[in-house]
């Protein structure tokens, strides 16, 4: 049973667009969420993250939304560039994160 | 300042011998995270320690031990590799256990035949 779901396995966006990437999660109990982005060969890094308390948390070209009713946050990225090309992972907090299977973004040029 | 190193970047066992995959942060960090990463599955952690001198179970932590060697190092064994434990190992750090940032190192590629 996926508490946190990124339904979509992979995004294509051409670049100096917005690319938005989506994450559900299950379980009511999670007090924070993080973005991480992973390039091939390396390991994740730590990217944005948003408290339950708040609905958006912004930090230059990258803004985290919470809806808690719907239980799904998506990350956008405005504008995108070529340098985020990555797997993103969506992870919520409660005891230890819960990790999505991650969302892999292309941006086109 | 090299942040997580983990060894060996790659390697090749065959069912039912033993390895042991290292870990070391130098940022003085106290806890310590094995995670496995499996084809289309989020990151799902092994094994934490907290703190120097603890260790606690993770979400999958069947046919795996680890060692929390000192502040700096934490080790993750196989006793006895299935083709199931076939997998990308990702150590992490970070200050707690709370919602702090974990900082990973760049993995190990387990194969199993």
């Known amino acids: 049973d996926q508490q946190v779901k990124q339904n979509s396995p992979s995004l294509s966006v051409q670049e100096g667009r917005i690319s938005i990437l989506n994450c559900d999660y299950t379980n009511s109990m999670f007090d924070y969420f993080l973005w991480y982005k992973k390039y091939p060969a390396e390991g994740p890094t730590f990217l944005i993250s948003?408290?339950?308390i708040k609905d958006k948390n912004e930090d230059g070209r990258f803004t985290v939304f919470l809806n808690k009713s719907a239980k799904h946050l998506s990350l956008h990225i405005v504008p995108s560039q070529p340098g985020d090309s990555a797997v993103y992972f969506c992870?919520?907090?409660?005891?230890?994160?819960?990790w999505g299977a991650g969302t892999k973004l292309i941006i086109k040029p | 300042n090299a942040g997580v190193t983990q060894t060996p970047k790659f390697q090749v066992l065959k069912t039912g011998q033993s390895m042991t995959l290292q870990c070391a942060q130098d940022m003085n960090h106290n806890s310590m995270y094995w995670y496995r990463q499996d084809p289309g599955m989020g990151l799902r952690l092994i094994y934490y320690s907290a703190s120097e001198g603890t260790t606690d179970k993770g979400e999958v932590p069947n046919g795996y031990n680890v060692s929390r060697l000192n502040k700096r190092e934490f080790s993750l064994r196989l006793e006895s590799a299935a083709p199931s434990q076939t997998s990308v190992y990702f150590c992490?750090?970070?200050?707690?256990?709370?919602?702090?940032?974990?900082?990973f190192g760049p993995g190990t590629r387990l194969l199993v035949l």
């Open positions: 992870a919520a907090h409660n005891y230890q994160l819960i």
């Open positions: 992490a750090s970070s200050a707690g256990t709370g919602v702090e940032t974990q900082y």
């Open positions: 948003i408290s339950s």
